[in-house]
């Protein structure tokens, strides 16, 4: 399985932008499925966007437009850029890694925070 480590979180106003970025260790990278999730306090995680092995991409709904997912198999690495952000964005994002063989992995998280 791979590990991740997410990064790049932080305080933005609304309407600005911010990066966030997934680091994989492990073998295998370009395998995976790999995905961004949020997750507010005492809610449930939800899905931000998609990335497959072959580089398809999905959105929720509440996202299309204003982020995008890509990833680097060469040096191992999911970024999440969000733009146009929201005060409703404001939570906790994860990285995730899927293999319907391999299993999964989760990241520790990194707080998104978007205030005025």
């Known amino acids: 399985q791979v590990q991740l480590v997410e990064s790049g979180g932080g305080l933005v106003q609304p309407g600005g932008s911010l990066g966030l970025s997934c680091a994989a260790s492990?073998?295998?990278?370009?395998?995976?499925?790999m995905g961004w999730y949020r997750q507010a306090p005492e809610k449930q995680r939800e899905l931000v966007a998609t990335?497959?092995?072959?580089?398809?991409?999905n959105y929720a709904d509440s996202v299309k437009g204003r982020f995008t997912i890509s990833r680097d198999n060469a040096k191992n690495m999911v970024y999440l850029q969000m733009n146009s952000l929201r005060p409703e964005d404001t939570n906790v994002y994860y990285c995730?890694?899927?293999?319907?063989?391999?299993?999964?992995?989760w990241g520790q998280g990194t707080q998104v925070t978007v205030s005025s």
């Open positions: 995730n890694a899927r293999h319907v063989l391999l299993g999964g992995s």
């Open positions: 492990g073998s295998n990278f370009n395998i995976y499925n």
């Open positions: 990335i497959t092995s072959g580089g398809s991409t």
